[in-house]
C-alpha cells in the first residue's frame, strides 16, 4: 500500500513599508528612479555613517502587530546579520533576532475546508538589501542600491498551512489586512511583497517534521501555488526511491515549473548576529501603543458585517467591494454623495469589474472620482439617460474621469422625452417596416424587439427603450 503524505508549510513573508523615507536616512522610497539615485552615505554603507531609526517604521510595524492579534515586545533592539553578498553594502544587514517587535499572534483564514488559525512566531522590522542586475550581453551583473534600507517588516508564521489554499488564502488575508492599514500597497509583481516558502513532508500521523526547504523568488499567488505543488511532489519523489531530502534554499523557475538548489540552508549561527551597537533599543510605552490601538482603521472582517447591517447589499456583493480597500473606499464615497448603495455597488460589480479585467489592470490603478461615479447614478436613475447612454459615459469615465453631467449635455445624450417627437418617430418606423407590422399583428410577439431597434437607432439612442415600447404597442393595438 502506498504511503500517504501530509505538506507541512510555513511562511516567511517581507513587506516593503509605505514610508516615504528609508528606514535609517532620509533618502526617497519612491519605486523606479534612476539607479543609485536615492541613495546617501547610510545606506551604502559607507565607513563611519551612523543610522537614524525612522519613527514611522515603528508606527506601522506596531499596526500590522496589533491588527494580526501579536504580543508586543515593549523593549525591542536592532542585531546585525552578517553575509557578504554584492547587494549588501554594510556587509550585513539590520534586522531583529533576539527580541523583534512583535511574536505569538495569529490570523484566521478561511478555505473550503471551514475556517482555521494560523499563528504569528514574530513579526520584525529591517532593512532591504540593494538589487542585482545581471546584463547577458556584457557578462557582468551591475548594482543598484535604491532599494537598499528600504524599510521591511517580516511576518514569520508558524508551520501551520498544509495546503496551497491555505497558503494563498493567508496571505491574502495579511495583504488584504495591510492594505487596510496603508502599511504597504502589497504589489507581488513590483516586489513589495514578497514570500518564502518553508515546505517539507512527513508520513501522515507522523509527529516529528520533515526536512524542510525554502523555496525564493515567488512574485505572484499562482507562482507560489504550482511551487508548493512542485516541491511537494519532489520531496515525495525523494523519499519514496529511499534518498533524504537536503536542508537547503531553492530558487523557482515560474517557466520551467522547476525549482532549483541555490545554497544550503543558513541556521541563526552562520549570520553571527550581534546587536547594533549604532542603534539604541527601542523603548514602546503603553501610551504608544495606544495611541497605534485609536488609529487602527475598520479592517475588512468589521466592513463586511457594516455594509451588511447599513447598506442592505447581498454577500456576495459585500465580499467583493471589500477584497480591495480602493473598490471600497469607491463604493463608500460615492453613497455618501448620491445616497443610493444598491446602485453604487450594482456599477462597480458590473461594469467597474468589467472594464478592470477588459484593461487588465488592478482595482488599485482606478482614477475616476466617487463624485463622477455619484453622479453618473443619479443621472440614470433620473431617467435622464437610458441605460445604453449610461453605460457609453461610464466607459469615458472609468478611462478619463469625465464629468458625466458636462460630457451628456456636450453630446447631446439626454433621453428624449419629448412624447411628440416621439410619436413622429415611431410613426416613420411602422410605416418603413410594413413586414414586422403584419408579424405582430398576425401573433409573432417577438417582431416588437425589431421595431424598439430601429425606433432607437432613429432616436440615435436618446430615447427610452420602455417609453418606446409602449408607444409602439399602443399604435400596433389601436
Known sequence: MSRQYETVIGLEVHVELATKTKIFCSCSTAFGGAPNSHTCPVCTGMPGSLPVLNKQVVEYALAVGL???CEINQYCKFDRKNYFYPDNPQNYQ?????L????????EIETAAGTKKVGIHEIHMEEDAGKLVHDEWEDCSLVDYNRSGVPLIEIVSEPDMRSAEEVIAYLDK????????GASDCKLQEGSMRADVNLSVREVGAEKFGTRTEMKNLNSFKAIARAIEGERARQIELLEEGKAVIQETRRWDDNKEYSYAMRSKEDAQDYRYFPDPDLTPVWIDDEWIQAVRERQPELRSEKLLRYKKEFDIPDYDAGILTSSK???DLFEAATAICKKPKKVSNWIMVETLRLLKEHDMEPEELAFSPENLAKLVEL?????INSTVAKEVF?????????????????GLKTVNDEGALRAVVEEVLAANPQSVADYKGGKQKAIGFLVGQTMKAMKGKADPGAVNQMLKELLEA
Do not use: M
Open 380 to 384: 440614470a436613475d433620473a431617467g435622464t
Open 94 to 98: 539590520i534586522s531583529q533576532l533576539y
Open 174 to 181: 495579511l495583504r488584504l489586512i495591510i492594505q487596510y492599514l
Open 326 to 328: 480602493t473598490l471600497a
Open 100 to 107: 523583534p517587535i512583535c511574536h505569538d499572534g495569529w490570523v
Open 67 to 69: 491588527a494580526t492579534n
Open 395 to 411: 466607459e469615458k469615465i472609468f478611462l478619463e474621469n469625465v464629468d458625466p453631467e458636462v460630457y451628456v449635455e456636450e453630446h
